[in-house]
């Protein structure tokens, strides 16, 4: 979710490819050999994953008018990374099944 968000304030165009719970693809296994989860973002033939870091790449690749982070300020940009990845935790969370 926050890979797109970004995506679209960026104004880039993307093509979304699902994957379905518990049946990996060849595709996400070759482009996240690690973590082997989603999400990852393919540039210019070359994966990147995790999603904070996919922001982050997306906010240095394509330039402003819209910056995602902070540029002038490490502290609001290290608090808009904290309120970030506490809603991937608690949206994670809600969507686990017992």
Known sequence: MRVMVALRLKGVEYELLQETMGKKSELLLASNPVHKKIPVLL????????????????????????????????????????????????????????
Do not use: N, T
């Open 43 to 98: 540039h210019r033939g070359k994966p990147i994953s995790e999603s904070l870091v996919i922001v982050q790449y997306v906010d240095e690749v394509w330039p402003p008018p819209a910056s995602i982070l902070p540029r002038d300020d490490p502290y609001a940009a290290a608090i808009h990374r904290f309120w970030g990845q506490y809603i991937d935790d608690m949206v994670r969370s809600s969507c686990l099944i017992d």
